[in-house]
Every structure is written in C-alpha cells, then in structure tokens.
C-alpha cells in the first residue's frame, strides 16, 4: 500500500484510466526522500522540549509567560508539526509515475492546488535512460529514469525511483511489445 | 531587558527584569496575532481538503477515503482551536 514499487497493483486506478487498461508499473519516488521532510518535523517536535533549556541560557525566567500562552504556543508548534508531515506524505503519495499496456503517466502536484499530468503512448517511446549517483542513491538504490518520445512531445522523467536500470529496461521491453504488435498488425501474409 | 533602579538613599543600583507579559495591551496584540495565525491556518486546512480531494480523484487507492477523512478532521481541530484560543487568552 505505501510501497514505492508495485508490480500490478490491484485496487488501484488512475484519472483518464481506460476500460480494461492493465497498470503494469506503479512508482513512487523511495522512501528515503522523505527525509527532506522528517528531519525538520523531528527537530520542530523536539523544540518544545529544549525551550526551558535555551530560556535559561538567556537568563530569562519562563514563568513570565502566562500559562495560557504557553499552552498555546505549544498547540501551534504541534500543529506546524502536524501539516508539514501530513503535507510531506501527500506529497510523497500521489506524485506517481504509472506505467500501463498503452501508456506511460506522470502525475505531479507542484504546490498546494496545481497539478501536473503527463502521458505518453508506449509507442511513442524511442529510448530510456538511467542514472544513479551519489551515497544514498547508490545504498538505497535508486535514481532517475529518462525516457524520450518521439517527435515534439515532451520527455518524462521519473525522479528517485527505486531500481532505475530495471524500470527504463521494462519500460523499453513493453514499448517493444507495442511496436511487436504494431508490425503484426500491419503485416499481410503471402 | 532590565530597568536600572536608584535608590533614595544613593545606594548601588539594582536591575528588576521587565515583565512584558504583565502589559494588558501587549497580551492583546499578542492574543490578536495567535488568532490571525489560526484563522490563516484554517483557511489553509480548507484548502488541503481541497488538495486531498483534488489528489484522489487523480489516483484512486484504498488509501484515498481514510486522508479524506483526516484532512476533514484536521479542519476541524483548527477551527476549534481558534475557538478554544479565543476562549483561553
């Protein structure tokens, strides 16, 4: 469920899905990612716990706040705690990269409210490429996948995908099966 | 900040820290301004609702129901957390 790499996933469907289109692919950027996010989530919910201590080392007295504000103060450090972490897996959970029998999809959400669809026909696809570098690419294994398109469309590319030389050879091997069956389609024996 | 003190009788002076907190003008501004904070953060939560909506529908998994639930409760929390911050300051 909260895999970044699901072989035909089941119970699962996508926004402009056609009838009795199979997911073959579905990707996520790894886990480690988040790490972006989960340090300061840990340091701002750590915070309360150091004030007194920093306080002190200020010479000023905590008690001169009121209790109330206090109380208050700390709800909303929870709360910053709260949203960045919940907007965090938001972030981490839908920006997808989907690949099915007729297409590949991209799905971005930039901010708050913009979203971003890319979809690209299999046949459409001419090469795909890997790359993976750097420490925590190279423990974790994963890095990006660039697949280029024909023509003027525009190139995908999958962020921080966990095993990038696998993904951009599947991708490769379904675009074959297209043009296998595109071939077939148009061959007239005798 | 401390305020330097002199005494009557030329004594050496004494520094007695300045309470802020004691100003019922500036626990206003500062009850005024936590209620600013919350009520953007309230607006906020209601556009994550949006979001959360907006991203479901986009792909739909198990998952999907269960973050709408919670960001339709998290709006809530922050509504009443302006009221209770209303109430207690």
Known sequence: ?190 | MRRIKFTERGEMPTTTPVNFFESEAILLFVKIAVLIILAFYAIFALMVVRQVDLMSKTLVTKVSPVLKAFSIVHVGVAIGLIVLAWGIL
């Open chain 1, 1 to 190: 469920m909260f895999s970044s790499y699901i072989e035909n996933p089941t119970n699962c469907r996508f926004e402009g899905q056609d009838p009795g289109e199979k997911i073959l692919l579905l990707l996520r950027a790894h886990p480690i990612t988040n790490l972006s996010w989960i340090i300061p989530v840990i340091l701002l919910f750590s915070f309360p716990f150091f004030v007194p201590k920093i306080f002190s080392l200020l010479n000023i007295d905590l008690f001169i706040i009121p209790q109330t504000f206090q109380i208050v103060f700390l709800i909303i450090n929870y709360l910053l705690v709260l949203i960045i972490s919940f907007e965090g897996f938001l972030h981490w959970y839908f920006n997808v990269y989907i690949v099915t029998e007729k297409n590949i999809v991209d799905v971005d959400f930039h901010s708050l409210l913009f979203k971003n669809i890319d979809v690209a026909p299999l046949r459409n696809i001419e090469d795909t490429s890997s790359s993976m570098g750097g420490i925590l690419n190279s423990v974790f294994h994963y890095g990006n996948v660039f697949i280029q398109t024909a023509g003027a469309t525009k190139n995908i590319d999958f962020h921080s995908v966990p095993r990038p030389h696998f993904v951009a050879d599947f991708i490769l091997d379904e675009a074959h099966k297209i043009y296998g069956k595109g071939r077939d389609a148009y061959h007239h024996p005798g």
